[in-house]
């Protein structure tokens, strides 16, 4: 062994030197971990009170750098997409000639975006309902419009050829559909959520995005709903809004006329043989129909979907459909004055002969009923909160939707 090694311990089969050059280079190791974090701390405290010393200096930097940065990105974009200086009033007067949605006009080929006028104000047009089938533009144009006043609020250009605002207190949507399943909510509560939320806080200076309410549900309780919800904002004792409201419920068009300041307005379509083609511009006047199976067309549902769909459509329309719930309800009144509930074997749509027994899949349905409409009758309403109803709504939907 050479001599200047050192032994440092003797093992089973072997032993261990060091040299003092190792023993050097251990310590040097050991000790820079400790040595880093000194330095690092101590760079780090200069550091913090050399920035306290001018926190406020350098707040107000950049905070001015950020307005510069907002200011710019504003304008930048105000003359590369050819925005316009909007005209503020207090007057409740939105007016948008020629109004584009800002993102959507740049997602789609340069030109291709159609633009469309809004005309909404504190009188005669304070409600626009919207109607047209599903990918029509409903929601682009609402919320085209809302992005506009939002913009325009903010000290933005906008997107338009020209565009009066009336400055609003809020802006309140309720658009598309969420689920909020992991704190329990479905679809239908959150929207319903939503909606309560709008008609609790909005006011006659709020402009109200209402895309679709109604949607989750049965179609009578989801027009029945719309129908009311459109009543109540439309009435000015009550909140007289202004709002846009799309709908696929081209039942909600028989408002207009009925209820003051309510117009109605659809995306216009061409039809082309069995296909249809969006225009997506906005016109006075309802759509008289949904043009569902047409879209489920275009989107590729197999041909013979779509041609046993037009069939059932044919037998079902919609009067069909209301008459013989009427038939139903008033069969089970007669049983019932006769008390004969759950003997009862005949159904209505066993009377119709040769067509569709849209109601055979009703007859579990029957016998639960029963129990559903005790619960009802049992509810104690006096002492129930709002939020308690829609829950008890909610659940005994759930016991009708097991059954039905
Ligand atoms: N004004 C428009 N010009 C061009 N394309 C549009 C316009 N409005 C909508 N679109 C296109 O149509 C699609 C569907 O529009 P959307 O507003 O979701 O329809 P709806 O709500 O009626 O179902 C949009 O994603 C967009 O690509
Ligand atoms: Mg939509």
């Known amino acids: 062994m050479p001599s200047d090694y050192i032994r440092k311990q003797t093992l089973a089969n072997a032993e261990r030197f060091y040299t003092p050059e190792l023993k050097e280079l251990e310590n040097t190791i050991l000790g820079s971990e400790d040595k880093l974090n000194h330095l690092e701390n101590v760079m780090y405290t200069q550091l913090v009170r050399l920035l306290s010393d001018n926190v406020e200096r350098i707040q107000r930097t950049a905070g001015a750098i950020a307005s510069c940065d907002v200011l710019c990105s504003l304008s930048f974009v105000a003359q590369k997409q050819g925005y316009v200086r909007p005209k503020m009033n207090t007057e409740g007067r939105i007016r948008i000639e020629e109004g584009r949605h800002p993102v959507v006009e740049m997602m789609i080929p340069s030109g291709s975006f159609v633009s469309n006028d809004t005309l909404l104000d504190d009188q005669d047009n304070r409600i626009a309902?919207?109607?047209?089938?599903?990918?029509?533009?409903?929601?682009?144009?609402?919320?085209?419009?809302?992005?506009?006043?939002?913009?325009?609020?903010?000290?933005?250009?906008?997107?338009?050829?020209?565009?009066?605002?009336?400055?609003?207190?809020?802006?309140?949507?309720?658009?598309?559909?969420?689920?909020?399943?992991?704190?329990?909510?479905?679809?239908?509560?959150?929207?319903?959520?939503?909606?309560?939320?709008?008609?609790?806080?909005?006011?006659?200076?709020?402009?109200?995005?209402?895309?679709?309410?109604?949607r989750g549900t049965s179609t009578f309780d989801g027009l029945s709903i719309a129908w009311a919800v459109v009543e109540h904002i439309a009435d000015p004792s009550i909140l007289g809004a202004k709002t846009l409201f799309a709908t696929h419920y081209h039942e909600l068009t028989e408002l207009e006329g009925r209820l003051p300041g309510v117009h109605n307005y659809c995306i216009a379509v061409k039809e082309n043989g069995e296909d249809i083609v969006f225009l997506r511009k906005i016109v006075k006047g309802g759509a008289d129909r949904s043009y569902g199976i047409e879209v489920a067309r275009l989107?590729?549902?197999?041909?013979?979907?779509?041609?046993?769909?037009?069939?059932?459509?044919?037998?079902?329309?919609?009067?069909?459909?209301?008459?013989?719930?009427?038939?139903?309800?008033?069969?089970?009144?007669?049983?019932?004055?006769?008390?004969?509930?759950?003997?009862?074997?005949?159904?209505?749509?066993?009377?119709?002969?040769?067509?569709?027994?849209?109601?055979d899949s009703f007859s579990t349905y029957d016998l639960k009923k029963e129990e559903v409409l005790k619960t009802i009758a049992e509810l104690d309403m006096d002492h129930m909160s709002p939020l308690d109803a829609m829950n008890r709504l909610y659940e005994l939907q759930g016991k009708v939707r097991e059954f039905a």
Do not use: C, W
């Open 299 to 359: 989107a590729g549902v197999p041909q013979s979907v779509i041609d046993r769909s037009r069939e059932i459509a044919a037998t079902l329309s919609d009067d069909e459909i209301r008459n013989r719930m009427r038939d139903l309800s008033e069969t089970e009144q007669e049983d019932e004055k006769e008390g004969k509930r759950s003997s009862r074997k005949k159904h209505p749509s066993d009377q119709i002969e040769g067509q569709l027994s849209f109601f």
């Open 129 to 214: 309902i919207i109607t047209g089938p599903n990918m029509a533009g409903k929601s682009t144009y609402m919320r085209q419009t809302a992005l506009i006043v939002l913009m325009a609020q903010l000290g933005s250009f906008v997107p338009a050829r020209s565009a009066e605002i009336g400055i609003v207190d809020r802006i309140f949507t309720r658009v598309g559909a969420s689920d909020d399943l992991a704190s329990g909510q479905s679809t239908f509560m959150v929207e319903m959520n939503e909606v309560a939320n709008i008609l609790k806080n909005a006011t006659p200076q709020s402009l109200i995005i209402l895309d679709e309410i109604g």
